[in-house]
């Protein structure tokens, strides 16, 4: 499975953003998705996780309420759409696939097999 993220760039607090992830695989409505995001010297944060069962939505508590995660099966696509950015929102975004389902709070999410390229988001003003 490759996975092509894009969408990020440079907004001002208070803006909004949408990322797009792109995946190259036929299974992609088997495949549990998700966002990390890691900002320098940081370590990875997990974003949102969305099943491929019913597309439900998991979030981080730190964008919960500000960022939807969404999947379109006929365009192979997940996407992020981030509102009310904040500048400690700077951070390279990730996507991510794996048959698994991500769940916020895990200890570690190094099991997850299938990871993007990233895309950087910059909020400044």
């Known amino acids: 499975v490759q996975l092509q993220a894009s969408g990020g760039g440079l907004v001002q607090p208070g803006g909004s953003l949408r990322l797009s992830c792109f995946a190259s695989?036929?299974?992609?409505?088997?495949?549990?998705m998700g966002w990390f995001r890691q900002a320098p010297g940081k370590e990875r944060e997990f974003i949102a996780g969305?099943?491929?069962?019913?597309?439900?939505?998991q979030y981080g508590d730190s964008v919960r309420g500000r960022f939807t995660a969404s999947r379109d099966s006929v365009k192979s696509t997940l996407y992020l759409q981030m509102n009310n950015l904040k500048v400690e929102d700077t951070a390279v975004y990730y996507c991510?696939?794996?048959?698994?389902?991500?769940?916020?709070?895990?200890?570690?999410?190094?099991?997850?097999?299938?990871w993007g390229q990233g895309t950087l988001v910059t909020v400044s003003s």
């Open positions: 991510a696939a794996d048959h698994r389902q991500m769940y916020p709070h895990y200890s570690n999410y190094d099991w997850v097999n299938y």
């Open positions: 695989e036929r299974t992609f409505d088997s495949l549990h």
């Open positions: 969305i099943a491929w069962t019913d597309s439900s939505a």
